[in-house]
């Protein structure tokens, strides 16, 4: 079988649990799945069942106590921290709920700032996140700063930030958990087009009905086990 043709990324035996003092607070419990290759990914279930655990570990933010997790035939658990943060700047675009732009910096330089890490000119970064801004209909707004900006506004400059790198994944924390129907509305259509028209694949952690019924699959998780799978 190609590469091409192998799910994207495989998560084998997975558990994590967090510790506080002498408590140990299991959170993933042997979670095994795969993720296609372009695929739209839900990930749904009660609060505190382990979503966001285990979005963080798909994209290389924390590690595991067991188990593996295979990103494109690289096994990410075993990439110690400088080589974790390497793979994560160039293969994982980060969408968070409350969108996590930097205060300081215009929506061009918030877009930018992945590409520092790239070699890239100041004058490459910069057109290149001029386009990123073009493409998710911010032309005009590229000399704001977050606050000058709306919720919407400030959601679609963290996904022109998240594409900015062309990664392999993108993975969505609560997207559209702070915006109101409209602006969540526009941020799905957007995360559908970068699905279909660029093949990104994306894994969205979700509440929102509005935003499950987007995915092509969807994951539940509870208290830390998968329950059910319709694909
Ligand atoms: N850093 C941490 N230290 C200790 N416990 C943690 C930590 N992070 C998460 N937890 C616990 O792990 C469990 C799962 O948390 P997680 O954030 O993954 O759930 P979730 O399904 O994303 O919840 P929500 O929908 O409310 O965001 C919760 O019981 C939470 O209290």
Do not use: C
Not at 163 to 185: F, H, K
Request: net charge negative; charged share 25%.
């Amino acid at each position: 079988m190609s590469d091409e043709k192998k799910p994207l990324v495989l998560i084998r035996h997975l558990r994590k649990a967090y510790r506080r003092g002498t408590q140990v607070v299991p959170v993933l419990d042997d979670i095994s799945f795969d993720i296609e290759r372009g695929e739209f990914l839900g990930l749904m279930g009660p609060s505190g069942s382990g979503k966001t655990t285990l979005l963080n570990l798909i994209a290389g933010i924390d590690h595991p106590d067991a188990g593996r997790i295979s990103v494109d035939g690289i096994d990410i658990t075993r990439l110690d921290e400088e080589t974790l943060a390497a793979w994560r700047a160039r293969h994982v675009g980060f969408i968070f709920q409350f969108y996590n732009l930097m205060p300081v910096l215009t929506a061009l330089e918030n877009v930018a700032l992945p590409l520092i890490l790239f070699g890239l000119s100041r004058r490459e970064r910069q057109e290149r996140a001029s386009l990123a801004l073009s493409m998710v209909g911010l032309a005009d707004r590229m000399d704001h700063y977050p606050a000058q900006l709306s919720g919407g506004q400030q959601q679609r400059v963290a996904i022109a930030r998240a594409i900015i790198t062309d990664p392999t994944l993108i993975v969505a924390d609560e997207p559209t958990g702070d915006l109101d129907r409209q602006s969540g509305q526009d941020i799905l259509d957007l995360l559908e087009r970068l699905n279909q028209e660029l093949g990104k694949t994306i894994i969205m952690v979700t509440h929102d009905p509005k935003a499950a019924e987007r995915a092509h699959r969807l994951r539940h998780l509870d208290k830390g086990v998968l329950t059910h799978d319709p694909a």
